[in-house]
């Protein structure tokens, strides 16, 4: 079973949507989540962090997490093309090493 | 807003020979980072580096690989004798703390081709 596992997509959605992503994991050691935003020939940038299980809204962005499960998410809302990206999911345990999802490209149309 | 900044964007090089790639991480921050990409895949950990020294590195790190910071402002890895599958984007992090609040700034990578 893959360490972190991301649905490669792509997702394709009308402007103004609701967009969900998620990943799963397998190392219960994972204590810290992350999802980052890539844009094509850029590097990653990061929208939203977590510690444990719960969720955290940031403007338009939610992410949550559900340790019990192995399981994270991000809601977009009211998605604009400008949120046209690879979405990466990240994971730490107790070093400095991120281990990253494969990513989900996501495509909002106007 | 402060950037990590990666230098070439873009390097051909030939099997065998070495590269450095150059990274300039952000003025104030102390913990550095090199993962990379290999296209269509996962990005990939390769190494971390605090207070002069590999804190952590993964087994991509081999004896091929070293990373240095030769001055204060400058952060490199030097691939010895690069192989075709080395062909990657390269990514230089850095951050503030190493508390995972403080997200990692990615530079927007160096493109490394080997023919």
């Known amino acids: 079973q893959k360490e972190v596992e991301q649905d490669p997509g792509p997702l394709s959605v009308p402007e103004g949507a609701i967009v969900s992503l998620n990943c799963t994991y397998s190392?219960?050691?994972?204590?810290?989540f992350m999802w980052y935003r890539q844009y094509s020939r850029k590097g990653p940038e990061l929208l939203m962090y977590?510690?444990?299980?719960g969720n955290k809204e940031d403007g338009r962005f939610t992410a949550q997490v559900d340790k019990s499960s192995k399981y994270i998410s991000l809601f977009i809302r009211d998605s604009q093309p400008s949120d046209s990206a690879t979405y990466l999911c990240a994971m730490r345990a107790a070093g400095n090493k991120l281990t990253f999802g494969g990513g989900t490209r996501v495509l909002v149309k106007p | 807003e402060p950037e990590v900044t990666q230098t070439p964007s873009h390097q051909v090089t030939q099997m065998g020979q070495e590269v450095i790639l150059r990274c300039v991480p952000i003025s104030n921050h102390l913990y550095f980072y090199w993962y990379r990409q290999i296209l269509g895949q996962k990005v990939e950990f390769l190494v971390s580096f605090y207070n002069n020294e590999i804190s952590e590195k993964s087994e991509i790190f081999d004896d091929q690989f070293s990373v240095e910071r030769p001055d204060g402002s400058n952060f490199t890895l030097k691939i010895r004798s690069t192989k075709l599958e080395d062909s990657a984007m390269y990514f230089c992090?850095?951050?503030?703390?190493?508390?995972?609040?403080?997200?990692?700034?990615f530079g927007s990578g160096t493109r490394l081709t080997v023919v």
């Open positions: 977590t510690y444990s299980s």
């Open positions: 190392n219960s050691a994972f204590q810290y």
């Open positions: 992090a850095s951050s503030a703390r190493q508390e995972p609040n403080y997200g990692y700034t």
